[in-house]
């Protein structure tokens, strides 16, 4: 009844304030990049590129295939990728047309290089999502391997640590190898650091560095009488240089039915544990002049108290 008989007033003006809405995606970088048509001449030796660094920093081969194949078809380039631990093969460009690019390269040697693994990836996102454009990918790639990842110093400390650590946590060993272990794991990470800028060591790092490991050991063994345990001192060292990533990424593959890759990568998990274990022999037997011989008994005189393990979780 009180709203029938209120009068309406017609002078009374509301003005709202202007708001623009925009429902469009905002990107991290601020800059979205228009879409464009690209042709295959223009594309092929930058994706080409992406696809060598994303392999290069230990990306699957299934996974390099999947990604490389999923930025084509946003640039609505048809293609055809191969990637094997050693090579990649490329084709783009439709088979019915003359405009074909088809190319296989030797892959570079694969790293577990998880931070510059992640920054290759983040880099294909900003393509997928407009953010970067093909023209600027060597540049980025150029950047991402300029940048420093994990700090050289740093690496060579939990190399230390890792090999001491591991010959009491993991193979029975006391006080005295955590201690050579530690020094141990700092000698044989400058050898890998060598290994990877002298192609003639990187080709025999494992057996290098195996080698080298059993030769430290065993005059260690020999020459304080048993105070260092030769096996848990051997074992630790080369725990850095075990293939079991290898055979891990080998197992997805083959999971996901990449059959040759995942076979051709399990073959070369082995080869490289038998290296190690020629190595160890080696190092030996390098040794002659030591007299006696030492013992491979896997329990130490002096193991380490189960308590003093926790110390070594972080």
């Known amino acids: 009844k009180i709203c029938a ?4 007033i017609d002078d009374v003006h509301i003005e709202l304030p202007d708001v623009k809405t925009d429902s469009s995606p905002k990107p991290k970088s601020g800059v979205l990049y228009p879409k ?18 994303y392999h290069k920093y230990g990306a699957p081969s299934g996974k390099v295939e999947e990604a490389m194949t999923a930025i084509c078809d946003f640039l609505e380039i048809p293609c055809n990728w191969a990637v094997l631990p050693n090579i990649i093969h490329c084709t783009l460009g439709d088979p019915y047309d003359d405009h074909v690019v088809s190319r296989t390269v030797k892959a570079p040697q694969s790293v577990a290089a998880v931070v510059y693994l992640d920054r ?10 407009c953010e970067e454009i093909i ?4 540049t980025q790639l150029d950047a991402i391997a300029k940048k420093p990842g994990f700090p050289l110093g740093w690496q060579v400390f939990a190399s230390g640590m ?15 190898e955590i201690l050579a272990g530690i020094f141990l794991g700092f000698f044989l990470h400058g050898y890998r650091i060598l290994s990877g800028k002298f192609q003639v060591l990187g080709y025999t790092c494992d057996f290098g560095v195996a ?34 990533l290898s055979i891990a990424l080998s197992m997805r593959e083959l999971a996901t039915r990449h059959v040759m890759s995942g076979t051709t990568r399990l073959a070369g998990a082995l080869v490289s544990a038998l290296s190690l274990g020629i190595g160890i022999t080696v190092g030996t037997t390098v040794a002659f002049w030591v007299p006696g011989t ?18 070594w979780v972080p």
């Open 5 to 8: 008989t209120m009068e309406p």
């Open 36 to 53: 464009k048509k690209y042709k295959v001449s223009e594309v092929f030796k930058p994706l080409l590129k992406l696809a060598e660094a």
């Open 120 to 129: 290759v990836e983040d880099l294909m996102i900003k393509i997928l999502d």
């Open 135 to 138: 023209e600027n990918i060597q």
């Open 162 to 176: 890792c090999s001491g650590g591991a010959a009491a946590a993991f193979y029975g060993g006391g006080f005295a």
């Open 211 to 244: 080698a080298l490991a059993s030769f430290t050991a065993c005059l260690l063994s020999v020459y304080t009488n048993g105070l260092f345990c030769y096996t848990p001192l051997v074992l630790g060292a080369i725990i850095w240089d075990l293939p079991g």
């Open 294 to 311: 030492v013992s491979l008994s896997d329990s130490c005189e002096h193991p380490l108290n189960p308590y003093w393990l926790a110390l």
